[in-house]
């Protein structure tokens, strides 16, 4: 998937939406009929641009010693990137992690509280896995293993790296990781706003960053997952979440989809197997409040077949009929329910 090919993806969806609004402004994105499957999103799957030489081979500055308020603790830039060791901010918000959770095991399974944070919150372009039942971890880390999981995307390192590299931990490290995350309370960590337009954003770090100098552009047909402050994700603190621009009118077309199911019966009402409030049953994982670029990945994935492990058959009827239209409005609704 190359970079032009996202921007002219991007372009024509703009255009599309710009059409629509003059041509169509009493017909919902919703009631149009779609191919079934567009490239994948740009804005949800974020592909970092490639490094340039310079920045690959540049040392990280060391020589301030990094700080955010409310607390007195301090890291150096290098500390803040340690997969090993990972910066924790706020040690006493969350249990004590074990081995596997803040150190990995050098040199190739990175700890998991790097990338989904000590507090299990997660970011845009991984997952939250705070308060995921047990087994269901432990079946998705199997499911990376066998190839049965993949992104539709191969190019987002992320995914690829926690298939690389995650899936070499043990059974023991495996029970160990998914009890700590399962023990952990998930709260409110994405304020989903929906605004037709939105600030101008482009891909760094594998999320979606405010450009500068700052600038309005449509929202079209996308959702913009962006850091409530961009310097304090960047850090990794666990603290400080996310806010996610989504379409209007999306909350309640998505809310009718998740509770009826839809025209034509597009889709399975989701309460049936992720429970009340959709936060989880037995081992189906809570949907409620998690990243809507997330959200649209899995589904995106399970409509692919890249995401097809025997549990996630389930799902197929429920993504079938969707469109991508149907995809975003599902998961602005469902991001901006309480975790
Ligand atoms: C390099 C970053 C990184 C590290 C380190 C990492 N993960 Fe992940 N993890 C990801 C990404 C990215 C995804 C999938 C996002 C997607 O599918 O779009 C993911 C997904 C998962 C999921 C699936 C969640 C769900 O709701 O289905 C589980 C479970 C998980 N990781 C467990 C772990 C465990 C346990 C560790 C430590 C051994 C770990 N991860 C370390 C990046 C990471
Ligand atoms: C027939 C039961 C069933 C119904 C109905 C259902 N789901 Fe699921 N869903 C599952 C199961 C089981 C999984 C776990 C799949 C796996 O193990 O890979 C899942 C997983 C998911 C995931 C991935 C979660 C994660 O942590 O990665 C999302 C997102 C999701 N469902 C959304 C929905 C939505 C939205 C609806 C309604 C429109 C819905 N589901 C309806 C059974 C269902």
Same mark, same amino acid.
């Given at each position: 998937?190359?970079? $032009? &090919?996202?921007?002219?993806?991007?372009?024509? $969806?703009? +255009?599309?939406?710009?059409?629509?609004?003059?041509?169509?402004?009493?017909?919902?994105?919703?009631?149009?009929?779609?191919?079934?499957?567009?490239?994948?999103?740009?804005?949800?799957?974020?592909?970092?641009?490639?490094?340039?030489? +310079?920045?690959?081979?540049?040392?990280?500055?060391?020589?301030?010693?990094?700080?955010?308020?409310?607390? &007195?603790?301090?890291?150096?830039?290098?500390?803040?990137?340690?997969?090993? !060791?990972?910066?924790?901010?706020?040690?006493? =918000? #969350?249990?004590?992690?074990?081995?596997?959770? =803040? #150190?990995g095991r050098p040199?190739?399974?990175?700890?998991?509280?790097?990338?989904?944070?000590?507090? %299990?919150?997660?970011?845009?372009?991984?997952?939250?896995?705070?308060?995921?039942?047990?087994?269901?971890?432990?079946?998705?880390?199997?499911?990376?293993?066998?190839g049965a999981r993949? @992104? @539709?995307?191969?190019?987002?390192?992320?995914?690829?790296s926690m298939i690389?590299?995650?899936?070499?931990?043990?059974?023991?490290?495996?029970?160990?990781?998914?009890?700590?995350? =399962?023990? $952990?309370?998930?709260?409110?960590?994405? *304020?989903?706003?929906?605004?037709?337009?939105?600030?101008?954003? #482009?891909?760094?770090?594998?999320? $979606?960053?405010? @450009?500068?100098?700052?600038?309005?552009?449509?929202?079209?047909? *996308?959702?913009?997952?962006?850091?409530? !402050?961009?310097?304090?994700?960047?850090?990794?603190?666990?603290?400080?979440?996310?806010?996610?621009?989504?379409?209007?009118? @999306?909350?309640?077309? %998505?809310? +009718?989809?998740?509770?009826?199911?839809?025209?034509?019966?597009?889709?399975?009402?989701?309460?049936?197997? #992720?429970?009340? !409030?959709?936060?989880?049953?037995?081992?189906?994982? /809570?949907?409620?409040? *998690? /990243?809507?670029?997330?959200?649209?990945?899995?589904?995106?994935?399970?409509?692919?077949?890249? *995401?097809? %492990?025997?549990?996630?058959?389930?799902?197929?009827?429920?993504?079938? !009929?969707?469109?991508?239209?149907?995809?975003?409005?599902?998961?602005?609704?469902?991001?901006?329910? /309480?975790?």
């Open positions: 998937m190359t970079r $032009l &090919k996202f921007q002219s993806l991007t372009a024509i $969806l703009i +255009a599309a939406a710009i059409f629509l609004a003059a041509t169509a402004s009493s017909q919902t994105p919703s009631t149009i009929s779609h191919p079934p499957l567009e490239p994948p999103p740009y804005w949800a799957y974020a592909v970092d641009p490639p490094a340039s030489a +310079a920045e690959a081979g540049a040392k990280p500055d060391d020589s301030a010693s990094l700080h955010i308020s409310g607390t &007195k603790i301090s890291f150096t830039r290098s500390q803040v990137h340690d997969f090993f !060791n990972i910066p924790d901010w706020h040690p006493s =918000a #969350h249990p004590p992690m074990p081995q596997i959770v =803040a #150190h040199p190739e399974v990175y700890a998991c509280g790097y990338c989904h944070l000590p507090n %299990g919150q997660g970011r845009p372009e991984n997952s939250s896995l705070a308060g995921l039942p047990a087994t269901y971890i432990v079946q998705q880390l199997a499911d990376f293993k066998s993949k @992104s @539709s995307d191969p190019d987002l390192k992320p995914v690829s690389a590299n995650e899936t070499k931990i043990t059974g023991a490290e495996i029970q160990i990781a998914a009890a700590y995350f =399962a023990a $952990l309370k998930p709260k409110p960590w994405i *304020r989903v706003v929906e605004a037709k337009f939105v600030p101008k954003t #482009h891909v760094a770090g594998w999320m $979606l960053v405010v @450009s500068t100098p700052h600038e309005v552009e449509s929202i079209g047909d *996308r959702i913009i997952e962006i850091p409530e !402050n961009l310097e304090r994700t960047e850090l990794r603190d666990d603290s400080s979440g996310f806010i996610a621009y989504v379409p209007p009118g @999306s909350l309640k077309r %998505g809310h +009718a989809l998740v509770t009826t199911g839809g025209a034509n019966a597009r889709t399975i009402i989701c309460s049936t197997c #992720h429970g009340p !409030n959709l936060k989880g049953l037995k081992d189906v994982p /809570s949907i409620a409040g *998690r /990243s809507p670029s997330y959200i649209v990945r899995q589904l995106y994935d399970m409509q692919s077949g890249a *995401r097809a %492990g025997a549990s996630g058959q389930q799902m197929k009827p429920v993504v079938a !009929n969707l469109s991508l239209f149907d995809i975003i409005d599902i998961a602005a609704y469902i991001s901006s329910l /309480s975790p």
